[in-house]
């Protein structure tokens, strides 16, 4: 039991960096340099064969910087939103400006790949087809932009087709790995979910026929007193539409109005299309991405194993002749610094301990293994320090009324008052604020709130509200983050009401702006209630914690999104006009004769349209929401052509049918990860150590009230405030449900079905030499 | 290897009567009729604790036949079809007559329900709660009928309240396990699922208010000029629509015009209440609904294995001094034979030889156990017969160009041709059928399927054809199972056809409805096409395979649709009518002058309405549909009242959120199980054995064209014709892919998880005794 003195005496900085002098002078820098990248490289699962002579692991390690990163996703970002900019512009900017813009990202763009193509063996380089698709798109861009050029020049008519290539650079950068995995995903589900599509379309068309004999021949009117059912392609349309159940009822009122026995005809219809087949599409595409991605997680944990293997064949010494290779604790320590700069001592004495555990000293290959899982495992340390005002005026602190002032913010009921304040202030909110006592009544609410910040400050320690580290990790108690959400809020609503009033008593004016954020920040106040009810948090935590990984989705969406809108402007821009003035007579029929008496113009659609890329994202929204979409795309079709009809279907089919389902697949697997995954191996190890080393923080104390816990302890010490050496001050918490990447939890998922034995692999030298660290991809099966 | 033998020397019908008196004369008559019937409860799941005395026993067997139970089910539908004929009526009858036709239901409900109260014992009757229901039912329903009587002879207004009960007899009546199931896991759930919809609620409600506070203040109008988001509650319904995606993007339409920047505020309703939410919804359902099932399955199969036990301590006898229990061949034969009747004798020696692995002619407890799970292993015993035209006239038969003829029909390329015919009919059927030409080309395409038949029929065993076991049961191959739905199609539309010729040469008029069922008919013959395609097959056997366990769901939509209908008609009948005469005034506004302008009377919607039974289940199935469903109940509470709408929104959560999930999550699992889950340990086992028999057919073979597979066998014999002894002329194959019963598809479904240690636990004396064979409750979590 040697650690926790260990933890105690904690080696400080300058030790730290004296250690490679120690015991191993056989280790280079450029040794530690290679070691870290390949923990690093397994921590984050970063898939890149890379050069190991020190200059290309210099680069690398630029490469790695956060910094050219965040600057490749600006100049992506500002690449993607020149569309704002550019014919059919929402601000139109000449196009030698936007152009200009252009060349610069696309010049960005080439930096990085080059410094890429430094870092990785040429013969790799060349063979990894997403820098292939890179360099095509800069060229085609470049192209494209030349044509245009000339066009513009000669005044031709010019189409910027390259634009639908820009979305496709977020998926070949280096760093678009999850959503390159998402679509391959796709990609793989694809001919079984093309198998079941086609006998779905088999069945409309088989059911369109059914429906052309039976109701084409009666004579009967839609509600427009057209001809109901004649037209065999309309009717196919009719029977998609109303598998997305878009067009029930009204579909099928002809038909019943004749005769109910039709109605049966149109039941089963939506029966077997619309509950069983896209439950069938679902299920497809479920049990493909959870096949699929369970394969590629598999291959991201052994080529995990194998960098690590290698960062240890880097690091590994003799300890005595004919022995096993080991790595001793100076080097890992070195290492560990190197991998994550701001690590405590202690956390990493922490991992160390767990690593080691028989405390020899130095550890093998499979120990050392676990490191880069280890540090995924995100680890708190809480210090528990005394109050500021106790320091400074102990006497005051800790005289009687300041204690029961402690104990009542403490207490249950100091919540559930401010629940109902807040609740009462619902209602106020949702009363009309022109009335004066209504409109001061919001100054009370606000000082009851600032009351209630104070009063938490004064009890609990300031400086566990405001860390940075427990804010953004989710992993503070319920209490202390939502008290953290409200303290913005109502900071920001004092604020804003301030700045509000101030307007309005000095010049009489109200900025319409300003009241709205007033507005929205009231009404978010309202959703503390929630947090202090445990069975909600649970929910909210979970849909919290899968959020990551839903951007992965949302990067998707908008790749989509912004291929169709590209193409859609093209198609229909200016096809269909919205006129600021209601009153001007071409707002009826959307500025297009063509569309006088339709749907579309009767329902007021005028601004769905495809006239800039704002609004064609808003109605590719609507499309996916479905819901009229058969209206939209008949206004379009009405105006251009009637196979513009192809362009909305295939976006339905696209979006609706395979990514939605992507989407709810991975929500479902993620809820039941969550319902059913206990913790990893690695991470019981770590949690027993952090127990066996008395450092562990009680876990029920904790979701209670983490400050509250500390103080209890402090009482049961007495009323002395200092913590006696044998109580540490310091404590680890595990964010045990915390997953710092999304592969993290990807990983996670489909942990129970990984081949454990799968390390061993990875010791063949064959496995080792091959070295395939690209990304995985499959053989068709 | 002496079971082939043994398959052969088949003992006779009468060889079996003499076993029970051959060696065990202990036995009587009684013991095998009660271990019979817990071996057949065992096998169909049937949980009654029945009393053991011959008497009851006797009692229980009639409880059990089909045709009590057939008849209980047709007075359930006659009990449940009651309410087309009564107020408000498709087809009014006198209420004396409808009352007359109830009592006579109730009645027959009685007498089986004394019948079962005569088979258990008398204190379990009354444990049990479903009995205690029907008789709560019963008399509520006659109570019921008296006061309406009463009310009716009195000239009062009476209404029929105890109609909702009448779907629950579905429910509570013995043979309403797997509904009870189904409810009881939507009650396991719903705790869960109300905290969700509390949260989503919760969302919502804040939506609305900032919604009310941000759009509300701004004077829009909505497209009818009313004023757009001005009232809390109307927002709050609709956000609720929007959440079902029924009001996009009409609802977002005034806000977006006035500035797109409201429009984010509706993507992101959108994107967490309809797209999140919901999935939440789902994963909610659907992991709950799996954790009961799984525990209801548990228990089943301990239920069922404890009835084995029993079974075999009624059977076992001591061989030897201090041996083991067994049960000998002799008594087991009696046993199978009175459970399955119609079992061949092959068959059971089949089983037994699976049973009795090492041949010792008795087994054990643990071998007899099996015996359940064995005879709901679906066994096809396949005759090889040759062709009749063979055995009469083998010369012919025999001869080159017959053999040629056989030879094509087989081939591929046959059923090309015949695919290629069927896509030429489908573009004939799609054209107008007045031409002449036209309409006679179907009489030769009705020559040509008729041809194929007589082909067919010319090629293989006729016999292979019609056999009741494999149509119905889906197990033989696709060809001659599509070949038998075409012969059934082809003749029908043969019939039909000449029908509709005669009538319209003799008469010249011509019967719609004859015309409507040869067009379907003829468009049915379609579906052949997907048949010859592998991959479609397929997925269709795998929707075929779940259909038996969708009818349980089936059956809960009409138990939750009969009960808001009934509802729904006191409510609103009358309200809304439809005038059969289109140019009625008062269809413009559905009779009924509150709906003059409304969205409703304006869709024509008129004919949605709960003026009887089945406008009610069809308006009930628009709902489920989702879409315009706030039409439809703005509709309902513009003429009643506005809190009309909470009926809809109730039947909007009972069934969309709830009942189409459990749906779907029902349909995703057994997708699943298709997909992942092989045969069962026993079914290897009785595969395996099927297999050292050398009595199997080639699964590969089978799969191709089951006969082709017997003529290739009979080539390799050479040219004759009768089968050697020692070729088995009989063969089995195992329908890997049927499950006889919806349990044993739960079973499976969940077989992985299963504890396979359960059989202990029922060997200790404790959990014998206690026999609690009722339906598995839980203690609430």
Redesign the interface.
Known sequence: MSEPEKSENIPDESAVKEIPNGGNPAKSKEDFDLAAIYVSDAQYNRNIYFDTSPQAVRLYLLYNHWLPKVLLYFFILVDLCLALFEEPAVLPLPSWATMLVELLCLLVFTIRLVHYAKVIPRDKFWKDPKNICIIVILMLTLVDMIIYGALKAADCYGVRWSRVLRPLLLVNVTEGRQLRRAFRSIRNALPQIF??F??FM?SVL?FS??A???LGKRGLKT?DGTPYFTS?LEIVFDLYVLVT??????V??PA??AS?VF?IFF?LY?LIN???FM??F???V??NYKKYLKEEVRQLVRAKRHKMVRAFAVLQEQKEEGGEPVVTQANWNQVVHLVRPGISNAHRELLWSVCDDKNQGAIGKVAFVQLADLLNIEVITIKSRPHPLNSLCPALYQSAPSRLLCRMVQHRAFVIVYDLIILVN?VF??LDEENPMIANSEWAFLALYLLEILLKLYVFEPRAFFSRHSFWNCVSTAQIQSTRFDTIIVVSALVATIVNSTMKSSGGYTSRQIL?IV??L??LR??R??DSIK??RT??NT?IRIGPA?LTFGQLIIVVYYIFAMVGMELFKDKVK?FED?SDPAQLYCGNPLLKGSAFAQ???C??NFNNV??SF?LL??LT????WHVLSRGFATVTHMSAIIFFVLFHIMVVIII?NI??AF??EA??VE?SVDKGDLQTALERRIEELELAVAQEKLEDNLVNAMETMDNELGTSQAATPNVPSLMFKIASKRYRTVDALLQRMFEADLDPEDFAENDDPEAQGNGNFANPTFSSA
Not at 245 to 250: E, K, L, V
Not at 625 to 628: A, G, L, R
């Open positions: 198998y079941v086609l006998l088999f088989i026929l059914m052309l004999k039976l509600i065999y159940t878009a067009n029930s009822p009204d099928m009122m019943y109005n109910f109605a039941i939506i619309t509950y069983i439950s069938v679902l299920a497809v479920y049990n619902a909110i949702g709205d507005f929205i009231r009404v309202l959703i209630v929630v069975r909600f929910i909210i849909l839903i919205f209601p329902l007021n659609y601004k769905n704002v609004s808003i929204v609507e929401v479905v819901n009229q939605i989407f709810v929500v479902l809820f039941f319902y």
